[in-house]
């Protein structure tokens, strides 16, 4: 005779489990934002200024539409050398990420850990209501996991 199940009866999350942790509990709420028309070498100042890796760009009306990065700041600077064109017109809206993946803001914050592993990014914007409202970062999942460490995952 074999074993049917290894999982007894589970018992319904308690208060304060981790079922109930969202996103929107861990995410960045004051963001560092860029504009389409602002230079790359303008981002780059700001990328080191305030020591970040990169940021989501957004138009006038607060709607996200794209990311731009350390890594496509790098790949701009590559280029134009290797061309021997100048920075100073290198404008963001065409270096940037423009199909930008996002995560709502009631997730499970557990479960964007996977997303991270899935997608490889380092940062997803939130979107409520068609404009940008926060974004959470690997850090900000280590910071939750950290908060959870006397619980059971």
Known sequence: ???????????KPQKGSSEKIKVSDYMTRNLITFKPDQSVLEVIEILLKKRISGGPVINDKNELVGIISEGDCMKQLS??????HPMEDVKVELHMIKNVDTIDGEMNVLDAASKFLESKHRRFPIIENGKLVGQISQRDVLRAAMELKGQSW
């Open 1 to 11: 005779m074999g074993i049917k199940s290894f999982i007894g009866r589970r018992a």
């Open 79 to 84: 280029d134009c050398r290797y061309h021997n």
